[in-house]
């Protein structure tokens, strides 16, 4: 059957053009867009389809397409947004994932759009439902489940709703209450935290008295007594009454079927990537998740016949609601659903691009076309990673048998393929009185001994040093930006000086690098952080035109590459003086060389003019968590939309960046864990090696909490402030959450001792909090900690109480500091802000502001160009709104500037 993309629905024509979400609603069977300010509010008894573009770095937009179910839908419209989900998919150039979400049993990926909670509300447009009208506030209560998003659902306001395992939030006109199961995980506790907060900004004004009921502590304190009047006193609960939603699958051996005529036929046989025929469509079942695989060479009608399939599959085995379909074309597989195969190659990078042009061909044929889904780009100028502060103190040390020997400070910077080193750079931060950078570096041609006498070293000094260090492990030639700033110059020789090396085969065989050998060392890279100088074979055909080299031989000679650039030039001179100090140096560009250079080469020969390809690093970080299973296989759970909020104590994660490889380490995590952060990190990289193209030998950090360095905080929008805050992570957030904003409410006119109240009410709180177990409270607390943490909550919710009655009094004065804030912005008195800065209402073209600009504007703020950009041309050139814009982390905002030419 003929499909032309053109007659496929109307309201996907303009669909992920840019980076963001977009969200329709199916009413009267046909999808409508739903206003941005109702995103994030989902009725029962309605269904919505979800896009997300993610703007890949340096590639085409990424499309995951979500359609939401509400528990009231009816099955016609569930229906209808599945098949126009393959409508959707089908135009955006089918490289888009889809997830089927229930209500109430999203997938973390779909919640994390809408942080710290989607509203789950009542009714609905269509099924006979009325469209919800505005209210009289009623009081809701709500179960919150969740680590790291929460799931929010209403349940029946009544005592019998309540039990010992779950955290509850209360909603009422004048208060809202958090409600702890005695058995309840510490970190919902803290997400529903978050939630109250959301709940008191979005409903109440900003106003509202906020507590915490702890269970088991019965009417012992004021807002215990005062909650459960609320359920008509107390009374003991009863145990947890499971539901369908509390159902939860269990994984399962992955199993795999091919559909056919609405048929799941099994296929036997290992689960490799070549058993994945492009003309068909294949069910993989792994229990807990079914995913829908779909050859690129797929007919229209045979994609959507096989998302209803899997419904259909579901259905008849009567599996859980939990259980989830995901969907997704070939070229574009997930890497969970990679895990599931025995093996799976690594594709190259070209290979999701050749996958879309197929089905842009097939689609051709049917008579219809689909969109590029490719941004516009422009050449990115080299970006500078984060350095380590200068003026640190150096110290190395080349392993040796089972020793580590000093490294002569004159030596820093020459490192030998043959040995390993440890390195340890102390300096000051701004932040902090000391940090450090410790790692150890390990030769290609070195022994396996000395590499396990390194890592046993270094772990001693981590120790010593209190584990406050950033300790990492570096291969040559993979040293990162922070590695080779530190030394100037660095250079990697051949051969090596330890014992174990020169007994090794290599190393007898092997001439190890001296002031008077014969050596070409080749310079390259332009910058303090990638600048890269290395020994190599000395012949004719090592040289390129696009590097320099330093020839030792009788004489000294600097090659200049026709196409080489001063700053090689000028660290190829820079490399003479090191290795021979005070040593004469000719100077030879390429083509006018003298006999002897030749001649010390072996005789003249041809060489290459192409440029070394330099691996490009376009991918954007992921942050992931880790588990083992039952069959000891390791298994990771990527965290979505990630934040430094996710950086829970209690836990160990994965940051890959794809040029390094973080394992951060909580300050509550278990003591075995930190111990072997590096085998998991090396599980890890094994893991991304084999199904996401990740180098093996990539760098691999530990870090600590409190230690992060400014090489990973920048994948963060970082808030230094929070890590003041301490114990685990409902300690952590009653402490950031229920204080925040009142830090300057004691100015003229306030109550001079809210600060102080505050700060001792929340001193005492972590003090009664620091001297128990991490392990949630038993239900009954007894002895003197469980009075002091109850008599430690009353002070802290009786200082914001007051302090929240002094914000209503100063509503006048801030309306007065807001008309002088506008008077000022008038005449440009206004302070600097964190959107953009004063621009004092200024608008210039994108021409005028762009850094390489022959027409500049004249006095603009060079930090933020973009703000001078009218509305239009900020969305048109940075492809969203300035809001959105905002929003974004600073690296990730500085990132996209670069690629317009606006930083």
């Known amino acids: 059957m003929s499909v032309n993309v053109k007659a496929l629905e109307p309201a996907f024509q303009s669909a992920g053009q840019r980076a963001g979400i977009e969200i329709w609603r199916i009413e009267n069977f046909k999808p409508v867009p739903l206003p941005k300010s109702d995103y994030g509010k989902f009725y029962s008894g309605d269904s919505y389809i979800v896009l997300q573009t993610t703007s890949g770095k340096g590639g085409p937009y990424l499309f995951d397409i979500h359609f939401w179910l509400g528990k009231d839908t009816s099955q016609d419209e569930a229906g209808t947004a599945a098949i126009k989900t393959v409508e959707l998919d089908t135009i955006l150039g089918g490289k888009g994932v889809q997830h089927r979400e229930i209500q109430c049993l999203e997938s973390d990926r779909f919640l994390s759009y809408f942080k710290p909670c989607i509203m789950p509300l009542e009714g609905g447009v269509a099924s006979g439902f009325k469209t919800p009208q505005e209210e009289e506030f009623e009081t809701r209560l709500y179960v919150c489940k969740g680590k790291r998003v929460v799931r929010m659902k209403q349940v029946p306001f009544a005592r019998p709703s309540l039990n010992h395992d779950d955290v509850f939030v209360l909603d009422t006109k004048d208060k809202i209450y958090q409600f702890n199961g005695a058995n309840s995980n510490i970190q919902e506790r803290a997400k529903a935290l978050e939630v109250i907060q959301f709940l008191k900004d979005t409903y109440h004004g900003g106003v509202c008295k906020v507590a915490i009921v702890e269970d088991g502590n019965l009417q012992a304190e004021a807002d215990s007594g005062e909650f459960w009047e609320l359920f008509g006193g107390f009374a003991p609960m009863g145990r947890k009454v499971a539901s369908d939603d509390d159902i939860i699958p269990e994984k399962t051996p992955p199993k795999l079927f091919c559909i056919a005529d609405g048929q799941v036929n099994p296929v036997d046989g290992e689960l490799s990537k070549s058993i994945l025929e492009n003309s068909k469509c294949y069910l993989l079942d792994c229990g807990s998740e079914v995913f829908v695989w779909v050859g690129r060479a797929t007919q229209l009608d045979e994609r959507k016949a096989a998302s209803q399939t899997a419904e259909e599959f579901l259905a008849k085995q009567n599996r859980p609601k939990a259980t989830k379909i995901t969907r997704l074309s070939q070229g574009y597989e997930t890497i969970s659903f990679k895990c599931e195969f025995d093996s799976w190659p690594s594709a190259t990078a070209s290979a999701p691009e050749e996958g879309r042009g197929k089905v842009a061909a097939l689609l051709k044929q049917q008579g219809g076309g689909i969109k590029s889904g490719t941004k516009s780009t422009t050449p990115v100028k080299e970006e500078v990673p984060p350095l380590l502060d200068e003026g640190g103190k150096i110290e190395v040390w080349r392993i040796d048998e089972n020793s580590k020997t000093p490294v002569p400070k004159e030596e820093f910077g020459k490192f030998y393929s043959g040995d390993c080193y440890v390195v340890l750079y102390s300096y000051h931060s701004h932040e902090k009185k000391d940090d450090y950078y410790l790692c150890w570096w390990i030769g290609k041609d070195s022994v396996a001994e000395d590499q396990s006498m390194a890592a046993e070293l270094v772990t001693k000094m981590f120790t010593t040093l209190k584990g406050r260090p950033v300790l990492g492990r570096i291969f040559q030639g993979k040293e990162p930006p922070q590695f080779i700033a530190i030394f100037q110059p660095m250079v990697v020789l051949k051969g090596g000086l330890s014992s174990g090396y020169k007994n090794s085969i290599a190393g007898k065989k092997d001439e190890t690098y001296t002031a008077e050998s014969l050596a070409l060392i080749q310079i390259s890279g332009t910058s303090v952080h990638n600048n890269k100088v290395v020994q190599v074979d000395t012949v004719a055909t090592s040289l390129n035109s696009n590097e320099c080299f330093l020839l030792q031989s009788s004489s000294m000679f600097i090659w200049h590459g026709i196409q080489s650039t001063y700053e090689q030039q000028q660290l190829a001179a820079k490399i003479a003086e090191f290795l021979k100090p005070g040593a004469p140096v000719k100077h030879t560009k390429e083509g006018a060389e003298i006999s002897a250079f030749w001649a010390a080469l072996g005789g003249k020969e041809s060489?290459?003019?192409?440029?070394?390809?330099?691996?490009?690093?376009?991918?954007?970080?992921?942050?992931?968590?880790?588990?083992?299973?039952?069959?000891?296989?390791?298994?990771?759970?990527?965290?979505?939309?990630?934040?430094?909020?996710?950086?829970?104590?209690?836990?160990?994660?994965?940051?890959?960046?794809?040029?390094?490889?973080?394992?951060?380490?909580?300050?509550?995590?278990?003591?075995?864990?930190?111990?072997?952060?590096?085998?998991?990190?090396?599980?890890?990289?094994?893991?991304?090696?084999?199904?996401?193209?990740?180098?093996?030998?990539?760098?691999?950090?530990?870090?600590?909490?409190?230690?992060?360095?400014?090489?990973?905080?920048?994948?963060?929008?970082?808030?230094?402030?929070?890590?003041?805050?301490?114990?685990?992570?409902?300690?952590?957030?009653?402490?950031?959450?229920?204080?925040?904003?009142?830090?300057?409410?004691?100015?003229?006119?306030?109550?001079?001792?809210?600060?102080?109240?505050?700060?001792?009410?929340?001193?005492?709180?972590?003090?009664?909090?620091?001297?128990?177990?991490?392990?949630?409270?038993?239900?009954?607390?007894?002895?003197?900690?469980?009075?002091?943490?109850?008599?430690?909550?009353?002070?802290?919710?009786?200082?914001?109480?007051?302090?929240?009655?002094?914000?209503?009094?100063?509503?006048?004065?801030?309306?007065?500091?807001?008309?002088?804030?506008?008077?000022?912005?008038?005449?440009?008195?206004?302070?600097?802000?964190?959107?953009?800065?004063?621009?004092?209402?200024?608008?210039?073209?994108?021409?005028?502001?762009?850094?390489?600009?022959?027409?500049?504007?004249?006095?603009?703020?060079?930090?933020?160009?973009?703000?001078?950009?009218?509305?239009?041309?900020?969305?048109?050139?940075?492809?969203?709104?300035?809001?959105?814009?905002?929003?974004?982390?600073?690296?990730?905002?500085?990132?996209?500037?670069?690629?317009v030419d606006l930083f």
Not at 823 to 831: I, L, N
Not at 863 to 871: G, I, M, N, Q, T
Request: glycine content about 6%; aromatic content about 8%.
């Open 607 to 899: 060489f290459t003019s192409k440029k070394a390809t330099v691996e490009a690093v376009v991918r954007d970080p992921h942050l992931f968590t880790y588990s083992i299973n039952k069959a000891g296989k390791f298994e990771i759970k990527e965290v979505y939309n990630f934040s430094q909020d996710d950086l829970l104590t209690e836990d160990v994660l994965l940051l890959d960046t794809h040029a390094e490889v973080f394992v951060w380490l909580g300050q509550l995590t278990d003591a075995n864990e930190k111990q072997t952060a590096f085998e998991i990190g090396q599980k890890y990289i094994d893991l991304a090696a084999s199904l996401d193209g990740l180098s093996p030998k990539v760098p691999l950090y530990k870090v600590t909490e409190g230690n992060e360095p400014c090489f990973f905080t920048t994948f963060f929008t970082w808030d230094a402030g929070k890590a003041i805050a301490h114990g685990n992570s409902f300690q952590k957030k009653m402490f950031l959450l229920l204080g925040i904003g009142h830090s300057a409410e004691g100015k003229s006119g306030g109550n001079q001792d809210g600060p102080t109240q505050r700060a001792s009410a929340l001193a005492a709180l972590n003090s009664a909090f620091s001297s128990s177990s991490t392990k949630p409270p038993s239900p009954r607390p007894t002895g003197s900690s469980g009075t002091q943490r109850k008599a430690a909550i009353a002070a802290l919710s009786s200082v914001l109480t007051e302090e929240q009655k002094q914000a209503a009094e100063e509503n006048a004065d801030a309306e007065d500091e807001a008309a002088a804030a506008a008077a000022a912005e008038e005449t440009g008195e206004a302070d600097e802000d964190d959107h953009g800065g004063n621009t004092d209402n200024l608008r210039y073209t994108y021409d005028q502001v762009k850094a390489k600009s022959e027409n500049p504007a004249a006095g603009i703020d060079l930090k933020h160009r973009e703000a001078y950009l009218s509305d239009e041309d900020f969305e048109a050139i940075l492809e969203m709104p300035k809001e959105a814009f905002y929003k974004l982390p600073k690296w990730k905002q500085d990132q996209l500037k670069k690629k």
